[in-house]
């Protein structure tokens, strides 16, 4: 009764006196689909209660025909409802919707997202992450065409046209809605949905709210083996199921959908089925209850009765149908309302889960003539039979054209039509047909009717930028893609063609399943009377066509023809006349004709030309001719040039003028040789011996390749494959060059493939950088292929070696300079001036020129003289570092002629210029250095007589490639062995290079370090490709920040575009100090305006109107001005060039800057101004203070903004200010700088040097106010000096450190005045000189840097003693004594003065110096100390440093007109005197013998002053440049031990104390001193003087606080302590200082194996260290080979760690990432790799990335370390990253686990630390409230007291006292209770 309730809702009896009433009623109203199922059983079982024929008699007489027709009326679009059930079958599937076909013709689509829930989560979840889901398959993967899907209605919508389309849902939810959980029983067959799948199973979605339907794996296997191809069920499958369990009143259902068991499947009584649940697609037994001509009426289930209509009736059986037979049928659909049912007795419905198999129509399209009308049903449409019998059917709005001619009395059945059939119903198994006129005749009804080649009419319905769409049918657009649209291209095709013209079109390509149709609408294609190729095997070859262009290639060009059917036309074939460079003369989209030479369908290749039969018959009559003239591949020939092209030379080969062409890679073996013997060629010049290597039709190809022309000389030219075996070794040129390997081609024609990996021993990253097309290569054959004509080589240099490398090294390079004589030659011949002095010139000529132009990058030029256009250059390190100037002469020495570019390269090395004539050996190994470098050879000056050599780059063919280490630089020292001892023509001897290991490198800075390093880019702004954007500048974008740099702040814009704020583009005003960047968070919402845009391939800013502007990354702006409506300014993007955006800052300009970083190695800080323009201040102009300038990162912060002043142009190859903090940088007189010290000259001065290359000179009398022995001790090179400029009248400025001078407001003592001038100084007066020399007239007594005393010997001591011996020993060079000035004498310039003691109130200069070691020895080991000290830094250059200075030794010493002659006598002896090891070259001592001739004379006045600053000048002009150019050494490791690693080489103390020379040295030094007879007295001394200083060194050794100071020192240490990694690492440290690697990698291994064993740790310290040592100085090789050896003999973990550690701290995070993510998969379990690995992102800013680690991490680790993880990944996020963020994940953790008192401490101490008080004193509240143990509450109540101690008042530590108190009564009341 429940069913049958529910089947009848509004309740009622069966009133049977009424049923003829409403039926009549029913049909008054005239709704097909409104009967009462009510009434109809009602009817149905009176008439059952009478005789059978008696009640049929009755009914007939009743029903009319007009109600009989109207009853069985099919369903049509009207008919349908929202929320009708119905059986529908898949037509078509696309990616993103279903097409179904539904009963009587109809059809409906099933969105994407209407398949299931889980389905669409799936969908949204890809939509979300970007990125396709492994576990998501396409619609098609899932559905296939036939299948049979329930569904239901979702909504009817009526398009423009008045079109009803039918939406459908497959969703499970909605098509089983009407069922409840409590109705579901066994045996139900239901459809659904896979959900997900599980261990054991499926989750399947039936859609019943309160089911969970699970499918048993078991169950489902047999579908997956016959169904689903053995592959596992995925989400989203849709199922037709059995249920075979029901648990819990339907809560838990079992399923089954076994093959057997579901087309079994029947809908039975016991099952409940009611009108309101009854599902389509259900098989039910059933009873016919009438027969009519349009149908059946069925009784099923008992009581439910439902209509077949003609359609759905079995076929076979038509006809045979009568009342109470029992039959099988399958519900088509269920009307909600009327609840209507029709049912189908198709055999193909009646077994469930069995896809449809007719699914098409063969006669689709076809026009049918007098077809007759089987049947008319008013509302949807007609039937008519076909002519084999079979039904067709046509939906009313195709039986006429329109509405208003529709005439229903003409489809009375057998009235004939002419239709057309358009379409197929699966449903129905029927063809769709139409009468209307415009279907019946139009061209094509759908895509599959178009074929390629068509000529076609459409309509234009819109133009777009890629094309124009036209309209062919009501179905069909076709795209003219804007290359179609013309012949040629057209730029405004909207002139042309408007849209609703009609256009005349021809078909290129149709893919009716893809609905894609191009057409073409250039008229010689529309037009053309020539059979259309639109398939391989139509191509016959001699068959003439219309095609185009689709691509121009070097190798000829590709034409497209119809159907995507494509050929080639080889360059040959592209005219009779030979076609150098076919992307000139041809263009993509060019509409041609050609005639097919050959097609092989089968591969899909043709072979076209362009030359069509007229020529080629024209052509076969000029052959003809030929025949007997020809030449043959092989044949070796003269040729004449007859033109020069882009390519090569046209040649006629003699003597019969055959027209040849000679590629420019073929004219030599030497790639660079070609483009110049090219360029030097003229037409008429004839070639010998030429090699022809192949002939076809009109031109022969030639080749002037000398190793090619030896090789078929020499008959090595195999013919055919046959004459080839592997193992051969033969020569032959690059033919072609791809990804995969080269293409070598032989003189007999023949070719082979080298695969990439043989083409070289070394690593092949692009086959493009080891060989150029047309070199010359000698290949190995390793495997031949004589029927595929197929061979494989190898090029590497071990395979292919021709003999000994040297011999093959000289013959190349002989070879390469005869082929540049020869281009002599050819420039002798021309009229040129130029080019026939440039023809003249030989390398190692010398010449006399004049300076024309110093450059800004260091380098000369020189005057043109009597020859225009003469260009002579010499580079920067060529320059030699001379002080050159415009007009000055100079002597130089040809390196080079450049016979492309007509540049002559010159030097004015010393050693060049002034050659050593020396005999050579041929064979010898000597040094030299390299001095200019070509492609194929080097030119080096040997190093002992200045020649030049030229030696070859190459020793092979095919030895071609260099690694960046390998290559050679100017400067740099090689080892040669001389090949020839004559120069010859070349005017180069010829050398092979010694092995590379004996390369130096060069010592002065390399051109490339001049250069800066390039601009450093955020890594953010190049990481993925940059997205195209549509902004101008001027735009407004509102954006958020996602990170913060020192300079700049990115912006994650709309549409993820990435966008960059300038520090400068933040705030209107910048006040000094502050950092611009910081005022920004990241995360927060910004409002900018774009001020330009940067291009990330050359990082320069694009005016908006650049093509790529689209690609750039917005510069933006966030100043309050900027945002101002009209307030904005563009950057100055017009300007190409760097240096051009500079120019408007001039010196002496203030601007705002803001600080990049700090160079260490360079020392400058680096900043930028603006976006575009970027800036330096060099660390000396940063301030005047030395403790800012020692440690310069504590006085400026990354990102801070700065008032700078510009004081120097742009550096010359990078658009660079150079700015400073403390002013304008004049270096006139009276200004205060701050330099740095280059050179310490002992008893002399220093010498400073300035930014900008400026050098001064400070006199050892300007050292300091109070003058001392040893005051230039205290400094050394790079040490930074505070100097006032006394003179910038010369090159070189005068300099003072005098505190008085630089400081004159701190009024320091002068103990020593400055005396400059003889007018300084007064009779009588009392003044500290230092000795300057003794000589016989008496001793001299410098007094200033140009003033000098002579005291004569009765004015030096008492002792008066009269041989000049003792003098030399008591009074060393450099002392400094008290003098009186006696006279003046002013006219003469002279000073005479007094030593003695009661002059000078001092004690006798001979009596203070009685009794103790003679001074002259003191001042020897003083002397040999300096040396020692300097030495060690000199040995290596010395030899350098004696070439520079016998350039300049000439230079001599210019005393002033107004000191006499004589005195200079002393001077010459002196300078004697001073060790030069250096300097002992023939001129220099020629000099010295003319200055001792020339100051012979004798000198009676003792009186003399003169001036000695041209020898200072010969000393120091060379040093300086020396040391500044030094390269910058890397950074070096400190150690808390107080070994510094960073100290230069010049800084280095000896490793003993100076006073502790031994007296060998002195012996040495001073050998006349061994001779001497010694005193007892001084043998007693000496003896004295031992014993102390060999108690002294015991005492040394004994003191346990003493430093080691040599290798010895530590060798000791180590010996006590051997398991000691301090030790050990100081001992390597020691050695770093020293910059000996080799040594300290050597102390690193002694010492892992020294320790013991059992020291783990200190082995540890010590394979730290040694990584640390390779990440600085060794290669990453290296760096790995230690690493891998640590990972063996430690724990890995701590390695990995530390060297993750080094990687941070060096700053090589590439490397640290790549390092933690192979720690996260070899050390996943271990929590502190992720908490590191956490910390590393967040510290770069990669916050979210360090979020994503700490969830893997969660997913990883094992659930009992996850509190402690969040805690840690909290902490890290306090102190690195978001505090909001740490404190949430502390919150969300302790609300979990209130009771993790551990928890609660770390986050109180990171509040306390990083939070405000309040926050602090609220945690602390929450916790003392806790539940916890006393113990813990304890703990936490004194942390509470303790912080309110520390922060609070006393009232807040009372209140927390009285909180405890409160709480300690609380519980002992508890245990009391």
Known sequence: MAAMEESFPRGGTRKTHKSEKAFQQSVEQDNLFDISTEEESTKRKKTQKGPAKAKKLKVETRESSKFVREKFEILNVESLCEGMRILGCVKEVNELELVISLPNGLQGCVQVTEICDAYTEKLNEQVAQEEPLQDLVSLPELFSPGMLVRCVVSSLDTTKGGKKNVTLSLNPKNVNKVLSAETLKPGMLLTGTVSSLEDHGYIVDIGVSGARAFLPLQKAQEYIRQKNKGAKLKVGQYLNCLIEEVKGSGGVVTLSIGHAEISAAIATEEQSWTLNSLLPGLVVKAQVQKVTPLGLTLKFLSFFSGLVDFMHLDPKKAGTYFSNQQVRACVLCVHPRTRAVRLSLRPVFLQPGRPLTRLLCQQLGAVLDDVPVQGFFGNA??????KDGALAYARRNHLSNSKKTFKPEAFKPGNTHKCRIIDYSQMDELALLSLRTSIIEAQFLWYHDIKPGALVKGKVLTIKPHGMVVKMGKQIRGLVPTMHLADILLKNPEKKYHVADEVKCRVLLCDPKAKKLMMTLKKTLVESKLPAITCYDDAKPGLQTHGFILRVKDYGCIVKFYNDVQGLVPRHELSAEYVPDPESVFYTGQVVKVVVLNCEPSKERMLLSFRLSSDLKQECE????????????????????????????????????????????????????????????????????????????????????????????????????????????????????????????????????????????????????????????????????EEKQRMLLSLRLSDCTLGDLATTSVLLLSQCLEEWQGVRSLMSNRDSVLIQTL??????????????EVLEDGSVLFSEGPVPGLVLRASRYHRAGQDVEPGQKKKAVILNVDMLKLEVHVSLCHDLVNRKAKKLKKGSDLQAVVQHLEESFAVASLVETGHLAAFSLTSHLNDTFRFDSEKLQVGQGVSLTLQTTEPGVTGLLLAVEGPAAKRTMRQTRKDSETVDEDE????????????????SIGDMVTGTVKSIKPTHVVVTLEDGIIGCIHASHILDDVPVGISPTAKLKVGKKVTARVIGGRDMKTFKFLPISHPRFIRTIPELSVRPSELKEDGHTALNTHSVSPLEKIKQYQAGQTVTCFLKKYNMVKKWLEVEIAPDIRGRIPLLLTSLSFKVLKHPDKKFQIGQALKATVVGPADSSKAFLCLSLIGPHKLKKGEVAMGRVVKVTPREGLTVSFPFGRIGRVSMFHVSDSYSETHLEDFAPQQIVRCYVLSAASPVLTLSLRSSRTNPETKSKITDPEINSIQDLEEGQLLRGFVKSVQPSGVFVGLGPSVMGLAQYPHVSQHNQSKKAPYDRHLPEGKLLTAKVLRLNHRESLVELSLLPDDTGKQDVLSASLGQPPPKQEGRETEAAERDHEGKAKEKKQQKQKEKRNGQGQEGVQPPSKAKKEPQKPQA???????????????????????????????????????????????????????LTRPAEAPRLQLSSGFVWDVGLDTLTPALPPHRESSDSEEDEKPEQATKKKSKKERELEKQKAEKELSRIEEAL?????????????????????????????????????????????????????????????????????LNLENMYGSQESLTKVFERAVQYNEPLKVFLHLADIYTKSEKFQEAGELYNRMLKRFRQEKAVWVKYGAFLLRRGKAEASHRVMQRALECLPKKEHVDLIAKFAQLEFQLGDAERARAMFERTLSIYPKRTDVWSVYIDMTIKHGSQKEARDIFERVIHLSLAPKRMKFFFKRYLDYEKQHGSEKDVQAVKAKALEYVE????????
């Open 839 to 852: 023809a003249e010139m030989t390398p190692g000529m010398a010449l006399d020129l004049e300076v024309q």
């Open 1016 to 1031: 450093e880019v955020d890594p953010v702004l190049v990481v993925g490709t940059v997205k195209k954007h549509t902004l």
């Open 1866 to 1873: 609380a519980k002992s009341s508890m245990m009391d209770d």
């Open 622 to 785: 000029g052959q003809s001719q030929k025949k007997k003239k020809a030449v043959s591949a092989g044949q070796l020939v003269d040729v004449k040039v007859l033109e020069k092209t882009k390519d090569g030379l046209k040649v006629a080969v003699l003597p019969h003028n055959i027209p040849g062409f000679l590629p420019t890679a073929h004219l030599s073996d030497h790639v660079t040789n070609g483009p110049l013997l090219h360029h030097w060629l003229q037409t008429g010049d004839t070639l010998h011996r030429v090699l022809c290597l192949s002939t076809s039709e009109e031109r022969v190809l030639l080749c002037r390749k000398p190793a090619l022309v030896s090789a078929v000389e020499g008959g090595q030219n195999p013919k055919s494959f046959s004459e080839i075996h592997p193992g051969m070794l033969l020569i032959g040129f690059v033919k072609n060059i791809k990804d995969y390997g080269v293409f070598v081609q032989f003189p007999s024609g023949l070719s082979g493939l080298a695969p990439k990996a043989v083409l070289s021993d070394k690593f092949v990253t692009s086959t493009s950088d080891h060989f150029v097309e047309g070199q010359t290569v000698v290949a190995k054959v390793t495997n031949v292929d």
């Open 1598 to 1666: 004994m003191d346990p606080g003493r430093q080691p100071e040599s290798a010895e020192d530590f060798d000791r240490l180590v010996l006590s302590s051997p398991s000691s990694s301090l030790l050990w690492l100081q001992y390597m440290a020691f050695h770093l200082q020293a910059t000996e690697i080799e040594k300290a990698r050597a102390v690193a291994e002694r010492a892992l194996k020294t320790i013991s064993f059992r020291e783990e740790q200190e082995k540890l310290n010590v394979w730290v260290a040694l």
């Open 381 to 386: 449409g007609a039937t008519f039979k076909l």
């Open 1469 to 1523: 002896k002196k300078l004697d005197k001073r060790p030069h090891p250096e300097s002992s070259s023939e001129q220099e001592i020629g000099n010295k013998k003319q200055k001792k001739a020339a100051l012979s004379e004798e000198d009676d006045s003792g009186v003399e002053v003169y001036y000695r600053e041209g020898e200072e000048e010969e000393e120091t002009s060379v040093l300086p440049k020396e040391k």
